[in-house]
């Protein structure tokens, strides 16, 4: 997973993937089939292990808009940390975005879940008098959403960190 991650399904090679795993080729392609297949798998793999602590943050203890709040904090947190390489998902959207099958229509899917739970989280946030009347949840989700993409992009090609934290502290002034 980490290998794709860092380079994107191109610039992944097979000797990358097989040096990272510590096998040979006949041991990857009997256990994953071929490179596609083992994409797909640390994609899945990356999506199971992130999208629970998303959710928990966006469903946790505190109100629905400070939750939100959270969890746009922790994208910076994650875009900005040394790594630098920006979000798997969003990384696969770049990459494979334009296909109507396989990894790409697993990306959407999980991107549009978390933007439907924002839209819900913006609307309990407006119903408790957190969040203004006058902002639509679904525009605001999708800003969101597009944010962190942005943000990702961002990280991915290297951004301060300073540059990082002023889009989120930015974002987070929306949210009021």
Not at 61 to 77: C, H, T
Not at 126 to 143: C, I, N, R, Y
Request: net charge negative; proline share 3%; aromatic share 8%.
């Amino acid at each position: 997973m980490g290998v794709f991650w860092q380079k994107g399904y191109e610039g992944a090679s097979c000797e990358d993937l097989l040096t990272a795993m510590g096998i040979n080729s006949g041991s990857m392609y009997a256990a994953f089939g071929d490179k596609q297949s083992l994409y797909d798998r640390a994609f899945e793999h990356f999506c199971d292990t992130t999208l629970g602590p998303v959710l928990d943050i966006l469903n946790g203890p505190g109100s629905p808009l400070e939750n939100v709040r959270s969890l746009v904090r922790m994208w910076a947190d994650f875009m900005a940390g040394p790594d630098r390489k920006g979000c798997f998902i969003d990384n696969t959207l770049i990459e494979f975005g334009g296909e109507k099958s396989g990894v790409a229509e697993m990306a959407r899917a999980v991107t549009s879940r978390v933007q439907r739970v924002l839209e819900q989280k913006l609307g309990d946030a407006q119903e408790t008098g957190e969040l203004s009347d006058a902002v639509k949840p679904a525009d605001m989700a999708a800003f969101l959403i597009n944010t962190k993409q942005g943000l990702s992009v961002m990280s991915r090609a290297g951004a301060e960190e300073a540059a990082i934290r002023g889009v989120v502290n930015t974002t987070l002034s929306f949210l009021r």
